[in-house]
Structures are given as structure tokens and as C-alpha cells.
């Protein structure tokens, strides 16, 4: 814990009193950016379309951006620890598959989800142990488990997409009863509370933060970083699989290409959001955001009738801006830091 | 880990007749997937007997040539410790572009093509090098960001437009398909194209500056080497291969739709950490990236020459995947506690 502590008595302002400089600078965080990019977002939304301040826009959003935002979560927290996950959409495939291959047998569903989850823990388990107690680098051992696991779904599933699910399960791509809230949304939103809440507010959650710092440190102040980074890898599978349950019964049908290629939106998602690819920095909301801007930005594009494939720029712009903005901000004041000592070194 | 990683560069750069034992794993790893290819051909001839057929093998020289040329950029930007994942939309973009080339001009020289898909690919790599090297942000976000960049791009430009196969003059087409004394022209480019990196990067001092950046970026710069415009160099070539590679892919399949090479990237980075090339940079070479992409593609055609499913190619594929990286890794861990063998006993005598 003593990095985290280090950390934030570094960023505070050295004199201790806050100056409205200190407070500008505060206020200048990446989150702000975003409300303001989101607000801009809902603005030119609403100049293209008259249809889209509207409740459909809102549903048709969240059950679009429903499983990559939940997916985004785990994604967080595991590139906070300074890690990456990369098969995330290969699990999410893999759990869809499961789930038609169960059952199109005949099983019971419930039993049928109850496996899936276990098959996400599995495979959540299998990266984590490479990447722990082998001590892989995790990008190499989770392009190779997005293959393998994308793979098995290919095994499991072949070219079969079956369908005919119960009604009771395939009612969640319909609005939550007389609202306009998409199932889908509501359970991200629920979950990133509870992410939030773990990351920002528990001793768990802040450790994250101290072993993507500095990892050695992390460690050497009594942080079980390989149990963590274990743990995580686990959760990540085993959300993923719950994904991959949510959007089978949305889809009302199963195959084992769902959701290909989905990982390095999930990716773009939490780096957008403000999360260091470096480790160590990011927050729940700042996800949030991001995810909040993409649906509206994607809705609008698609209401002024740009193609789903030309408004990837607008993603890759953003993620762009993401990284460019931040280092442009530190370049700035590591400029006037080494102005202020030239004048300092040119009064003495 | 950075520790070891210098004392490896130190001591394969400083004191070329100590590390004998460090060429002769490095040259192990390459052995090993040669064998790893003999295996999987031979199991697969003896099942199949027409997989050593003269067609098969060129499809097997043919087919990962493309992904060959790819490799060979990705592993110089993989050396510096950084990634390019904009490989595959680039290859889309040169492929439509030098398709659009055709249509207007049906008599375009072929080797103009090649030369306009070089360019197209290579402004795609100057863009990416300038933002990596000098505004100096993580070549992940960037590449990710510039994979999404270029294929909306792509898909503005195509918009919703096909490249007719019988728009690309013969001549081109033969180049994607045609044999000389038996061998694919397009296994012969991206041979070339491997044996003259590869000779690069063993002699050229600019080229094993690569290996020093990524072994250690800071030594690097203290050391006096002009990181940045190496960095700018890897991923502008890793892009101009990439564009190359968009022309031979069009000579291939003489059509293009918006989504050529996607998630070509992946695949990419798949083949270079098989042929052993390290993802946190370094170490490999780029004949062993070859091979790693020649051996992914050779199990891909072999599980369909001995009549298995091909909805199992992908989980091995992966399973492959993670045992190279495995493998690797102990491989390192060795050479790490040989080399402290090594260093100790020189220390004491």
C-alpha cells in the first residue's frame, strides 16, 4: 500500500496550499474530458437525427454496446494491474457456443448456463496460470488462448447455429418491462457500481493500482500480486462467459463466430476511457464514459447513415486522442517545470 | 528481467567468441521449428500421400507468403519492444488502392503496382513511427487506433465496391499464381524479402540497434543510439511490407472488398512469437518468424490434406501458440542461469 501513498502525496502540490492554479488542474482530468466529449456527443446526435433524444436511441444503444461494455469491466481492472486480456471475445464466442451445443442436446438451460460459467472460470484460470506461474508475458498467452479458445467453439459447434430458445430467456432483448432501459445496460450498470466500488473504495481495488505502479514494490509490501493477477483472469472469464450467455439469448441463437474480433473494441473501450495501457492508472467512470460516448456517437453515425465499417475512424480518432492528449499535457508542464528552473538557476 | 536481457545483448555484441552457447540456442529455436514443420509433413504424407504432390507443396509455399512479408515488418517492430496492429487494415487500403489503379488504367505496369502498394503501406507506416516515436505514446494504443483509422478509411474509399476480378490485367495475375522452375513467385518475393532483412539485421550496425532499443530502451539512448528514428524506421518499413503485401494479395485473389486482411494482425503477431521472436523485444530473428508463419499455415493445410475437421485448425493453432511461448520461456530461463554461471565464474577467476 505504501506506493499508493507515495503516489498520491507526489501529485499533491508541494507547498500544501491549493492554488487556483492546483485547482484548475484538478479539474482537468481526463473524466472531464469525457463528460464534455459526451455532452458534445448527445449535441451533435441530436442535430442529425430529431429521432435521436428519443428512448429507442437509449435501448437500441445499450443492447448494441451492452456486452462489450460489461466485457470492459474485468478488461479495467486487468490492465490497471499493468496486464492485458485479449481472448475475452474468443470466451464469449466459446460460452455462446457451449450454450447451443448443450443446448441443442437437450439439457436442461439452467444446467446448461451453470456450465458455461464453469467453462469461463476454466478458461480464465488456464490464462492465468500462464501468465502467473509460468510467468508468460499475458498479450503473447492471450492471443494464443483468444485462437485455442475461439478454436475449441469451432470444435464444440461447428457450422451449427441453433435456435428455438425459451421465451423466458430471450425476452432480454426487449426492454425491462414498461421501461426503455435495454437488459443489458442495466446489468453493466449495476456491475460497473459494483466494480467501481471494489476498484476505488476497497484495499483490494487499490492494490490493483499499486501492483501495476510498481509490481516489485507491490509485492515486497505484502500484496499476493500473482493471487491477484490470478484472480482476475478468473473473473475475467468468468464475465465473459456470462456475456457470451446474454448475447446468445438476445440473439435468440447461438454460433461459434459470436462476437469475433470484439476484443480490441473491448480494449478501445477501457483506453479510451482513460485506463494507461502502462498499468497503474484508470477509473470505473472514466469506462463508463467512454462507453456512454461510443453508443451515442454510434447511434448518431448511424442515424446520418455513415457505415458501421467508416465510423471505426471515429474509434481509432478517439483512441487517438486518448493517448495523444494526456502526453501532450505532461509534455506541456514538463516544458514549464524546466522553464521555471532556468529562471530559478538565471535569479541565483 | 532487464538485467539478463542486456548482459544477453552485452555478451552476444561485445564477446562473439564466449557466446557460442547463445548462437547455438538461438539457432536451436529455428531448428526446432524446422523439425516441427518435418513432423507435421511427414505424419501428414503418411496418411495422405498426395500432400507432397508438387500442387500441394507449392499451395504450402504459396499460402503463408503474404503473412511471410507481414512477419518480417512486425518482427523489426516487435524487436524495438513495440507492436504494429495496423498490418492487416494497411494491407486492405494497398489492395484496394492499387485495385482502383488497374481499373482505371488497365495497362498500369505490374511493377508500378507493386511499387504504388509499397508507397500506400509506407505513408501508413510514416504516420504510425511519427506518433510512436515522436510524440512518444504506446505503440499499442496508437496501432489500435490506426487499425480502426485506416479501415474506415478503407471503407469510405471502397464504399460498398468490389474490385472486378477482370479488370487486373493477366500479367498481374500470373504474378500471384504462376511458378518459376516449379517455385510460387510469391514464396520467391517474400524469400528475398527474408533473406535480405535477415542479412540486415546480423550485419547492419542501424539494424542491431533494433535489438539494443528493445532490449533495454534507456541503455539504448544512453548508449548513444538515435532511438527515436529507429523506432520511426521499424514501423515505417513494418508498414511499407505491409503495403507490398496489400499488391501480392491483390495478384493473388484479384478481387478486394473492404475487408481484406482483417484481423490479419493477429495472425501476424501469432507467426513472430512462434518463430520465437520475444514480445517484450530484444531477441528473434526474422528467418524465424518466417518459419513460424511457414508452420502455422503448413498444420492449417495438413489437418485438411489428412481429411480432419477444419473446425480444428484454430484451437491448435492456439495450443501451438502457447507451447512456443512456453518453451521460449524456458529456453530463456536457462540461458539466464547459464549466463550467471558464465558471469560468476569469470568474476572469480
Redesign the interface.
Known sequence: MTTVDEHETLSLPESGSRTIDDRLRGLVRWESGLVVLFVISLFYGASTSQYFMSLQTFFFAGLNFGEIAIMALPMTLIIITGEID?SVASMLGLSASVLGYLFMHGWNLWLAMLICLIVGIVGGALNGV?ITR????S???T??????????A??VL?SNTPTGFPEWATKISLPIGGSHIAYDFAIFVVMAIVFGVVLHMTPFGRSLFAIGLQQETAFFSGIRVKRIKFLLYVLSGLICSFAGILYTFQQASSA?NTG??LE?NV??IA?FGGVS??GGRGTIFGVFLAVCILASLQASLTDANV?A????????????I???VP?ARDGFSRARAQLRRRKVRGAT | MSITDEQLAVSSNARPTSSSFVTRLLGFRELAIVVAIGLVFGATFLKNSSFASAASVQQLLSGPSIIILLAVGETLVIITRN?D?SIGSVLGLSAYIVGIFFEHNPHFPVALALLVGLGVGLACGVVNGV?VAY????S???T?????????????IVNGHQIDPSSIPQSFVNFGSNNVIGIPILFIVSVVAVAIVGYAMRTFRSARDLYAIGSNPDAAVLAGIPVQRRIFSAFAFSGALAGLGGALWLAEFATVA?TAG??YE?DV??AV?VGGVA??GGSGTVLGAALGALLLNTIDQALVAARV?S?????????M??VA??FD?YVALRTERVLRVEGARRDNG
Open positions: 485479449l500462464l509460468l510467468g508468460l508475458p498479450i503473447a498467452v492471443i494464443g488462448t483468444l485462437t485455442l479458445y475461439r478454436g475449441i469451432l470444435i461447428g461459434s469475433l474480433g480490441l480494449v478501445a483506453l495501457i502502462f457505415s465499417q467508416a465510423q471505426n475512424i471515429v474509434t481509432g480518432c478517439l483512441l487517438l486518448s493517448v495523444l502526453n | 507492436v496492429l506518433i510524440a512518444r505514446v504506446p499499442l494504443v496508437v489500435l487506433g490506426m487499425l480502426y483509422i485506416i479501415r474506415g478509411i478503407d471503407a469510405i473492404s482483417t484481423g493477429l503477431v501469432a512469437v514480445i517484450f475437421s473446425f480444428w485448425n484454430q484451437a491448435i493453432a492456439g495450443a501458440l502457447l511461448i512456453a520461456r
